[in-house]
């Protein structure tokens, strides 16, 4: 059962565009959640999260929307950059007895144009 | 820097001959996990340590072992390896905050296993 569904799986976009992936999930249990970012041969990395008692969270040129009633969250990268070409996963967050489990989306291919 | 290391990075074995991939962390993390990500696939949670307590998902296959003998090292143990095992193995870690383990993880540049 997959638990956080993303969308696009891939997604080309020029210099200086938005980019928009899209996450949607099942468990109310979860209280977190995270977009992390990786690069081919590399383990991902955290790039902006958010808690579900808040609808908008920005750091520099990502933004994280949280619409916690249709329980869907967004990434939006503004002013895209080639740099910013990687395989983007939204993922959430639960309690497992004492640590915490994330559950990843399948995972978003960008690929910036310079 | 404080960080998460994995040895080796590229790691090649035979079909059924055991292989055991290392983890350590300078971060003093209560949390190891180790994952597995196949091509172009989300990374799958296998286990986790909190210190020295092992917590298995319910779908890990038996084939799938780990070792945590101490607080920086955590290994993981395929058995058997098959065709299928073939995949990123990452490691990943996460500290205890004020209200319980941070919601982090730190994860490693990951060992990418090939079988022949």
């Known amino acids: 059962q997959q638990q956080v569904k993303q969308s696009p799986q891939s997604l080309i976009v020029q210099k200086g565009g938005i980019s928009i992936i899209n996450c949607a999930y099942e468990?109310?249990?979860?209280?977190?959640f995270p977009w992390y970012q990786q690069f081919p041969g590399k383990g991902p990395a955290l790039l902006i999260a958010i808690r579900p008692d808040v609808s908008e969270k920005k750091e520099g040129r990502f933004t994280i929307s949280f619409n916690k009633s249709a329980k869907q969250f967004s990434l939006h990268i503004m002013d895209s950059q080639p740099g910013d070409s990687a395989t983007y996963f939204c993922a959430a967050s639960k309690s497992i007895g004492s640590a915490r489990q994330l559950t990843f989306g399948s995972g978003t291919q960008l690929t910036v144009l310079p | 820097d404080a960080m998460v290391i994995q040895n080796p990075r590229y790691q090649v074995t035979q079909f059924g001959k055991p292989v055991t991939l290392s983890c350590s962390q300078t971060l003093n993390h209560n949390v190891m996990y180790w994952y597995q990500q196949k091509s172009s696939q989300a990374p799958k949670l296998l286990f986790h340590?909190?210190?020295?307590?092992?917590?298995n998902e319910a779908d890990t296959p038996d084939n799938f072992q780990s070792r945590r003998p101490n607080t920086s090292f955590c290994f993981l143990d395929i058995r058997s390896p098959g065709l299928g095992d073939a995949a990123m193995y990452l490691c990943?870690?996460?500290?205890?905050?004020?209200?319980?383990?941070?919601?982090?993880?730190?994860f490693g540049p990951g060992t990418r296993l090939t079988v022949l």
């Open positions: 340590y909190y210190d020295k307590d092992f917590n």
């Open positions: 990943a870690t996460s500290g205890r905050g004020l209200a319980g383990i941070n919601n982090e993880q730190f």
């Open positions: 468990n109310t249990a979860f209280d977190y």
